[in-house]
T-cell receptor
Framework: GAGVSQSPRYKVAKRGQDVALRCDPISGHVSLFWYQQALGQGPEFLTYFQNEAQLDKSGLPSDRFFAERPEGSVSTLKIQRTQQEDSAVYLC??????????????FGSGTRLTVV | DQQVKQNSPSLSVQEGRISILNCDYTNSMFDYFLWYKKYPAEGPTFLISISSIKDKNEDGRFTVFLNKSAKHLSLHIVPSQPGDSAVYFCAASVTNAGKSTFGDGTTLTVKP
């Protein structure tokens, strides 16, 4: 597609509910990144993929967070047993490859998750 | 410990004047630095970057300066336009590490 597409744009979850956030990167982009942005803060790294391989998941805050990219294109970020502190905007970004990621990603518009 | 800091949460300038946004970092391993611009309800958009082997990079109205000894970079916008009003994020990365570390942003308001 023309840009990075994320769905849903907004998600309200009850505490304890599981959620799944989807990211469609730009076609042909090998590198895919997930970031979490809390209100008033900058994006914080969660995890990244090179094709289907998850090369770094050091930013995932707990084992309730899980990401996958099984066919090297669409990615899903899953949060189990959501808690209020999970409320944030979840941003997905993609890049042609890791080298070009250093020259800037293309971000999606994000999914705003509110846990009530 | 925040490795990338933008100490000014907001900046207001008059249209046509220069906007200077600042960023400090602590990790000497960072060797690539980027600026992103973000409008409300949108994701950040890449603006300009600089490698640590350079001290200046220019793209139209935007210039980024890097002072490695001071671990400081700045973004200059000349002349500033009302459409430049947005949140600006500074980010830093290590070659081939993949991830970027972001500051908390500076909200720029350019008044007509």
């Amino acid at each position: 597609g023309a840009g990075v597409s994320q769905s849903p744009r907004y998600k309200v979850a009850k505490r304890g509910q599981d959620v799944a956030l989807r990211c469609d990167p730009i076609s042909g982009h090998v590198s895919l990144f997930w970031y979490q942005q809390a209100l008033g803060q900058g994006p914080e790294f969660l995890t990244y993929f090179q094709n289907e391989a998850q090369l770094d998941k050091s930013g995932l805050p707990s084992d309730r967070f899980f990401a996958e990219r099984p066919e090297g294109s669409v990615s899903t970020l899953k949060i189990q047993r959501t808690q209020q502190e999970d409320s944030a905007v979840y941003l997905c970004a993609s890049s042609l490859d890791l080298v070009r990621a250093q020259a800037g990603y293309t971000f999606g518009s994000g999914t705003r998750l509110t846990v009530v | 410990d925040q490795q990338v800091k933008q100490n000014s949460p907001s900046l207001s300038v008059q249209e046509g004047r220069i906007s200077i946004l600042n960023c400090d970092y602590t990790n000497s391993m960072f060797d690539y630095f980027l600026w992103y611009k973000k409008y409300p309800a949108e994701g950040p958009t890449f603006l300009i970057s600089i490698s640590s082997i350079k001290d200046k990079n220019e793209d139209g109205r935007f210039t980024v300066f890097l002072n490695k000894s001071a671990k400081h970079l700045s973004l200059h916008i000349v002349p500033s336009q009302p459409g430049d009003s947005a949140v600006y994020f500074c980010a830093a990365s290590v070659t081939n590490a993949g991830k970027s570390t972001f500051g908390d942003g500076t909200t720029l308001t350019v008044k007509p």
